[in-house]
Structure formats: structure tokens, C-alpha cells
């Protein structure tokens, strides 16, 4: 009996692969393990792509506008206030309101501008244009979470402005940044337009009190 042929690599002495003694039919054989490791390589890599995919999906911020001039209690609250309708957790890096072709980081000087209000200084002042905002930037809104932009409720003091207001939001534009955990990024106008997908979110342009 023939002893088996053997080989010498790396890692010793070894048995050599078996040959069938047809030149042709060792190259396909060859040809069919290569194009098997090629193919299982192939898989592997798509069924990653896959993963982070579906990773990614699971973290998808979605972030929307809700503008409303009634509460949950029926009373008469003009509310402006981001929602995440998105999978994951929202990083709002920044947002701006826009109004007559200016853009604002701060939401008293957008009631200034388009509505009629005033600074306060005197205690009567505070009745008529006290005004509920919150600050935004740097905020992380969690899925189906919504950060206040600014509520007004009406009152007999501040009816004419309120009135005003409830017109004028109509006109509001926003412009927000904000990215994911796995640090994806998005610039959208909060009203139903398509995030755009950015590299990174400007910094110093938050949305001020």
C-alpha cells in the first residue's frame, strides 16, 4: 500500500490535498472551492449590511412640529412644541424659527417681531405678554417624547396679541439639526418636508429662551 503524498507549509509537515489525476477536473474542484468561499464572503458581508441597517432603523429619529391653540383640557393655550415620531432617541443639536425672512434663536423676540409683544417691566406688563418657552438646543428628545417651544394661554389681558399670534404661527418656518445615537445626522423643517442627511449639525445656533 502507498503511503498518502504529503506536503511541507508553514505549520509542518502535512498530508497534500487529494488529486483526482485529471489536470481539468482538479481545477474546476479548485475553482469551485474559491467561488464557494467567495460566495459564503459575499453573504457574510450582506447579512452585516443588514444588521447595521436594521440598527440603524431602530434609532431613527423623526422629528415634527405640533402647533396647536387648545390643550388636552380644552382651554385656549396657543402651543408650538417638537415631537419624535421616530424609532430611537433625537440629539436636537439646533433649531431656528424663521419669520419674514429673518431667523430667530430666540422664541420672545419672534412674539416681539410678528406680534405685538412687548418686554416686560411692570407687574401689568407680565399679565399681558407672559409667555411660556423652553430652551431646545443640546436637548434629547426620547421616542414619542415632545419639548415645548412656547405656550401662551389667553387671557382677557392678552386677548388682541393672542388673536394675532394664533394668525401668524401659520407663517412660522423652523429650521432644525439634529442626529441620532449612533451619531447619524438630519436638517429638517419640522413640517412634514424630508430630513436632508448632514455630516454634522452646526454648533451655536440653539434656540434660546
Not at 440603524?56 to 383640557?73: H, I, K, T
Not at 412656547?150 to 388682541?160: D, E, F, G, H, I
Not at 442626529?179 to 452646526?202: A, T
Amino acid at each position: 500500500m502507498s503511503e498518502p503524498p504529503i506536503q511541507v507549509s508553514p505549520d509542518g509537515v502535512e498530508p497534500a490535498p487529494h488529486k483526482t489525476g485529471s489536470r481539468w477536473v482538479d481545477l474546476v474542484l479548485a475553482g469551485s472551492a474559491i467561488l464557494i468561499s467567495v460566495v459564503s464572503l459575499l453573504i457574510g458581508l450582506a447579512n452585516a449590511r443588514t444588521q447595521e441597517k436594521m440598527v440603524a432603523a431602530a434609532s431613527w429619529p423623526v422629528l415634527f412640529l405640533d402647533s396647536g391653540n387648545r390643550d388636552d383640557a380644552g382651554a385656549d393655550v396657543i402651543a408650538l412644541a417638537v415631537r419624535n415620531n421616530g424609532a430611537g432617541p433625537a440629539l436636537l443639536k439646533s433649531v431656528a424659527i424663521t419669520y419674514g425672512g429673518k431667523r430667530y434663536d430666540n422664541a420672545y423676540r419672534v412674539l416681539l417681531t410678528c406680534c405685538g409683544w412687548k418686554y416686560i417691566s411692570t407687574r401689568q406688563d407680565e399679565e399681558v405678554y407672559k409667555v411660556a418657552t423652553n430652551r431646545l438646543s443640546r436637548s434629547v428628545i426620547p421616542p414619542g417624547g415632545v419639548r415645548m417651544v412656547m405656550a401662551v394661554p389667553l387671557t382677557k389681558a392678552n386677548a388682541s396679541i393672542w388673536k394675532r399670534l394664533d394668525k401668524e404661527r401659520f407663517k412660522f418656518g423652523f429650521d432644525a439639526c439634529y442626529c441620532s445615537v449612533l451619531g447619524e445626522c438630519w436638517r429638517s423643517d419640522l413640517q412634514g418636508g424630508e430630513p436632508k442627511p448632514v455630516k454634522s449639525c452646526p454648533s451655536g445656533a440653539g434656540f434660546d429662551r
